[in-house]
């Protein structure tokens, strides 16, 4: 039953806003716009030490993204997530996923809906300014526009900041943009889920960034043509995220700088080397709990083509009682292929080693995707 609701819900959803936005053609303002990421998420463990590990994985992503346009300047954005959810867990509450863990099966059952974001936004051509849900800034490496195949951005998602109430402001400059953010955990009844409930956040789980005030801030700047380079691209960030005064807890303070180079070889082809690196202190409020990530590609394009090597590092040192590890030292090699056709349908394939909670495995996996525009 669950199964035939969601289908429904996607359907009719797609239908109306696709509507609107066919109105809003013949309509200046107010007029709807954005776009919706489709995503058949599917992997298989092909070898691994860890015992028990159910072989095959696979699930269905949606991301439907709306702007509510009112004038030209005025608008109402929303951003939506249908995928696998549950229950939320402390141990490690920064991950979403594990390879070689629990959570691993057809998880069609599981799926839920997340309104991740749902703001009020003001834009001109100097500067932005938004407030309500929204994701602050910080890194980059886990937006899905990179493309850099399915196992990669499942680790750096980790350091994202999701799921935020506050209000942020953005200066436009000619080749760079800065932006500083304040917020808090949503802890409302946004922050549960539809279909299958995952449950509202604790407001006193402890974690980094619950404090119901606007203790918590980022500030970003992401741009090109660093140092004078054209094609030369970069993000700078650095959080600093609240948190209540109780035992073993501790302000979550981190910085990350990513550099990516566009070397343009021909008309249709090019080579994306890329480097991002996070350092974290006091990982989601624990006290003593650093954290490092650092994420390398090599990314080739030819055409609609593209072919990637990528390597993660993660180390976490879990200087607290309920972790299962003191430390965590993983590590993922990933090789990766794909097309994206010119109708926006793209299938990526990627092979991966990795070292995961003192456990070690390959898999291979395959993403199909559509992203639809209007």
């Known amino acids: 039953m669950k199964k035939i609701f969601l289908l429904l819900t996607i359907f009719t959803s797609e239908l109306c806003f696709e509507a609107f936005a066919q109105e809003s053609k013949t309509e200046k303002y107010p007029n709807v716009t954005g776009q919706i990421l489709f995503e058949s998420r599917n992997d298989h463990v092909i070898s691994t030490n860890k015992q028990g590990v159910e072989a095959n994985n696979a699930f269905i992503n949606i991301e439907p993204d709306f702007s509510l346009n009112i004038n030209e300047h005025w608008s109402a954005k929303t951003g939506l997530r249908i995928l696998p959810v549950s229950d939320r867990k402390y141990d490690y509450p920064e991950r979403s996923r594990t390879f070689l863990g629990d959570g691993r099966g057809l998880n069609q059952d599981d799926t839920g809906v997340v309104i991740e974001e749902l703001k009020v936004n003001f834009e001109n051509e100097d500067m932005k300014f938004f407030a309500g849900k929204f994701n602050p800034t910080f890194g980059t490496m886990y937006r899905r526009t990179k493309r850099i195949g399915l196992f990669v951005t499942d680790i750096t998602e980790e350091y994202e900041l999701r799921e935020k109430i506050g209000l942020g402001v953005a200066a436009l400059l000619e080749d760079s943009e800065i932006t500083l953010n304040g917020f808090f955990n949503d802890t409302t009844g946004l922050s549960g889920s539809g279909i299958n409930n995952r449950k509202r956040e604790d407001r006193n789980d402890g974690l980094a960034g619950n404090t119901q005030t606007l203790s918590s801030y980022s500030i970003t700047m992401e741009g090109e043509k660093l140092f004078g380079v054209h ?18 807890n501790a302000r979550e303070s981190a910085y990350t700088i990513n550099v990516e180079y566009l070397k343009k070889l021909g008309k249709d082809t090019s080579l994306i080397p890329l480097i991002e690196i996070v350092k974290i202190k006091n990982f989601t409020g624990r006290e003593n709990r650093n954290a490092e990530y650092m994420t390398l590609s090599l990314m080739a394009k030819y055409s609609g083509w593209n072919a990637s090597v990528a390597s993660v590092y993660r180390n976490i040192d879990n200087n607290y009682a309920q972790a299962n590890r003191d430390k965590s030292r993983d590590n993922l090699l990933q090789l990766s292929v794909g097309y994206k056709f010119t109708n926006n349908i793209a299938i990526d394939v990627s092979r991966a080693s990795l070292k995961e909670d003192g456990h070690k495995g390959s898999l291979i996996g395959v993403i199909v995707s559509y992203l639809y525009k209007f």
Request: charged share 30%; hydrophobic share 35%; net charge negative.
């Open 231 to 248: 094609d030369l691209f970069y993000n700078i960030g650095y959080r600093s995220l609240g948190v209540d005064k109780i035992q073993d």
